[in-house]
């Protein structure tokens, strides 16, 4: 692939095993800016591989951004494992720095409320700090609510700052038609 023309919009595609190195490099960058993810870096690279393989063997939700074969955000949403919350989905996502700005959230994140209601995922989770106003507005955007506000949720090099709940919820009596 070759690297898109500003003002181009960067392709939304279904995470593939031949893009995990890239993924890795991507979350390594976003995680290493301490403060959107938990994560302070990426997991070694074979963890991350193992991830994406037990991902597409799930058929999970998980799309990246590319610019060539270059990855530059991603988002993903994994379902609870024990049957009385499988209905539940946790939303994890990022955009590399240089490639902010560009609606790769809102591409990448409503690419997956799609899947994950086509799967039947019915309440989608997520947790962000508070001061993080530019994910906030895209949450709201795509229809999420505030549930909560969690003191001290993340701490970064003995700094704390709090986290917001908030979730989505997929109207089931649409979902079911």
Known sequence: MT??????????????????ASFRACLDTVAR??????????????RVQQFVADGIDKDAVQFVALDGDRVVGWADIFPDWA???AH???????????????????????ACLTKAAAQGVTRIELEVRADNDVAIGL???????????????????????????????????SAAG
């Open 3 to 20: 690297r898109a023309h500003a003002g181009d919009p960067l392709p939304v595609v279904p995470m593939t095993a031949a893009l995990a």
């Open 33 to 46: 800016e301490k403060r959107f993810l938990a994560q302070i870096e990426a997991p070694p690279l074979e």
């Open 83 to 85: 049957p009385a919350v």
């Open 88 to 110: 539940r989905g946790h939303v994890g996502m990022g955009v590399h720095p240089d490639y902010r700005g560009r609606s790769l959230g809102t591409r990448l994140l409503s």
């Open 139 to 173: 949450y709201r955007k795509l229809g999420f609510t505030e549930e909560g506000r969690m003191r001290r949720g993340m701490c970064f090099d003995g700094a704390y700052f709090d986290t917001l709940r908030m979730a989505r919820l997929v109207d089931i009596s």
